[in-house]
């Protein structure tokens, strides 16, 4: 299950306005390549939508069967929010559907058998 817990606004191509859902998995423990001490975190991805800002609003809180996973792409680098070290990596967050794969997301788009609820 994840769970939204927010939405971003974002402009289109053509310059329209839309609302992205944020989206955030359960909790999991990492171990820090610095100090070598775990933390906990969550991974998040975004969804674009086509709700209004008040349906956005309303969402937050709502759980959806499904995972978020980790997807290989192209590296691209990005300031950390809290420190605003610069760094780079090579994935993103995706969302997965219940019953999916990431190799059936990637490579053929979402399965017809995969249920929103």
């Known amino acids: 299950m ?3 817990v927010g939405y971003s606004p ?5 310059g329209n306005e839309y609302f992205a859902l944020v989206i955030q998995g359960g909790i999991e423990f990492i171990k820090s390549k610095v100090t070598n001490s775990h933390y906990a975190t969550a991974m998040r991805c975004y969804i674009p939508s086509s709700f209004d800002e008040q349906n956005c609003k ?3 809180g709502q759980k ?3 995972s978020i996973a980790k997807k290989s792409c192209d590296p ?3 300031a950390d929010k809290n420190t605003g070290e610069e760094i780079e990596v090579n994935y993103r967050y995706v969302y ?3 019953g999916a794969t990431l190799e059936e997301v ?3 788009g979402i399965p017809e058998s995969a ?3």
């Open 58 to 60: 309303a969402l937050i």
């Open 10 to 14: 974002r402009v289109n191509l053509k």
């Open 115 to 117: 249920t929103f609820e």
């Open 64 to 66: 959806i069967p499904g």
């Open 2 to 4: 994840v769970t939204i």
């Open 106 to 108: 990637v490579y053929e």
């Open 96 to 98: 997965l559907p219940e």
């Open 76 to 78: 691209f680098r990005y």
